[in-house]
């Protein structure tokens, strides 16, 4: 049984679909796909092409698709999309030219949708892993953590890689259903090792030669993350409540406030501390619109279903 040795009531809260994962009219095509982690994020993977794997998959991806399939936010928009361009059942690999076109956030959060209606409790997770760069910097990604009965603990899966063509490109040498905690620190720890200067803050971010780095940066994974384990499973981009813009608008105050918010973020997360603290800060809690800073089509108001 999936829930074997969580709690009931964090099994019931992250075994039932939130307003970005809720799957909607298309509910019944994730019918009879199954329970197994490992095949629903192989069944996620054949549905989807990150934005910048055209190289490894030899497609020129259309400037359209790369600019508005990532801005989608819920699951339910994300299978009509994907329905519209290929109407086979969800378990048939879709060609890499007719997938719907994301990043890490959309594996992740597909991966999670299919695992809660399957009655496998499980959340995406903000964090930064450090298999896709080998000069040790952390890019900020985004994963799925699921319960695992068997062994009863949170596993982190990532979905991205559950592709072997994927998996290759990044010279991947674990199991993308059971990614080692060290090669993928959540946003928390990723925070409480650049307090504790074990990890030098510009090392974490988008990716090497960007302003997109630092002590803002990781605070704005932190905040995202926190959501997330609330259910809330906003875009990277998303913007909100209390952080900085770059790290000469960090203050001490911003720093205490976040050092609370890491210890609910980390590889443990007390559940009844993280859902107090998110619904009773208005600087951490999402608000009914946010402040989308999307790459192609922002910055722009959304309001939140």
Same mark, same amino acid.
């Given at each position: 049984m999936?829930?074997?040795?969580?709690?009931?009531?964090? #099994?019931?809260?992250?075994? =039932?679909?939130?307003?970005?994962?809720?799957?909607? &009219?298309? +509910?019944?095509? @994730? $019918?009879?796909? /199954?329970?197994?982690?490992?095949?629903?994020?192989?069944?996620?993977r054949?549905?989807?092409?990150?934005?910048l794997?055209?190289g490894?998959?030899?497609?020129?991806?259309?400037?359209?698709?790369?600019?508005?399939?990532?801005?989608?936010?819920?699951?339910?928009?994300?299978?009509?999309?994907?329905?519209?361009?290929?109407?086979?059942?969800?378990?048939?690999?879709?060609?890499?030219?007719?997938?719907?076109?994301?990043?890490?956030?959309?594996?992740?959060?597909?991966?999670? #949708?299919?695992?809660?209606? =399957?009655?496998?409790?499980?959340?995406?997770?903000? &964090?930064? +892993?450090?298999? @896709? $760069?080998?000069? /040790?910097?952390?890019?900020?990604?985004?994963?799925?953590?699921?319960?695992?009965?068997?062994?009863?603990r949170?596993?982190?899966?990532?979905?991205?890689l559950?592709?072997?063509?994927?998996?290759?490109?990044?010279r991947?040498?674990?199991?993308?259903?059971?990614?080692?905690?060290?090669?993928?620190?959540v946003?928390?720890?990723?925070?409480?090792?650049?307090?504790?200067?074990?990890?030098?803050?510009?090392?974490?971010?988008?990716?090497?030669?960007?302003?997109?780095?630092?002590?803002?940066?990781?605070?704005?994974?932190?905040?995202?993350?926190?959501?997330?384990?609330?259910?809330?499973?906003?875009?990277?981009?998303?913007?909100?409540?209390?952080?900085?813009?770059?790290?000469?608008?960090?203050?001490?105050?911003?720093?205490?406030?976040?050092?609370?918010?890491?210890?609910?973020?980390?590889?443990?997360?007390?559940?009844?501390?993280?859902?107090a603290?998110?619904a009773?800060?208005?600087?951490?809690?999402?608000?009914?619109?946010?402040?989308?800073?999307?790459?192609?089509?922002?910055?722009?108001?959304?309001?939140?279903?």
């Amino acid at each position: 049984m999936p829930s074997v040795g969580l709690a009931s009531d964090i #099994a019931a809260f992250y075994s =039932a679909q939130s307003a970005f994962s809720d799957p909607g &009219g298309w +509910a019944a095509r @994730f $019918d009879g796909l /199954g329970a197994d982690p490992a095949e629903l994020a192989r069944i996620a993977r054949g549905l989807m092409i990150h934005r910048l794997e055209g190289g490894i998959f030899g497609v020129d991806i259309p400037v359209d698709r790369l600019h508005d399939d990532a801005e989608t936010r819920y699951v339910d928009d994300i299978l009509r999309i994907v329905v519209d361009r290929d109407p086979a059942p969800l378990d048939r690999p879709r060609a890499p030219g007719d997938r719907f076109v994301g990043v890490c956030r959309d594996f992740a959060l597909l991966h999670c #949708a299919l695992l809660r209606h =399957a009655g496998v409790p499980a959340r995406v997770r903000y &964090g930064f +892993a450090n298999y @896709f $760069d080998s000069t /040790g910097f952390h890019h900020d990604h985004m994963v799925t953590e699921y319960w695992d009965g068997d062994t009863a603990r949170w596993r982190l899966a990532d979905a991205q890689l559950a592709d072997p063509v994927v998996a290759t490109a990044h010279r991947i040498d674990f199991d993308p259903m059971d990614v080692p905690r060290e090669d993928f620190l959540v946003a928390g720890k990723a925070w409480r090792a650049v307090r504790a200067r074990r990890a030098h803050p510009a090392s974490f971010g988008v990716a090497p030669g960007t302003p997109l780095h630092g002590e803002w940066f990781v605070v704005g994974c932190v905040r995202i993350d926190l959501a997330a384990v609330n259910r809330v499973e906003s875009l990277l981009w998303d913007v909100w409540g209390a952080g900085a813009g770059s790290d000469a608008e960090m203050t001490d105050e911003i720093r205490a406030l976040y050092d609370e918010v890491a210890v609910v973020t980390g590889d443990d997360v007390p559940f009844a501390a993280a859902r107090a603290l998110f619904a009773g800060h208005d600087g951490l809690r999402t608000p009914a619109s946010v402040l989308s800073l999307a790459p192609f089509n922002g910055p722009v108001e959304v309001a939140l279903r």
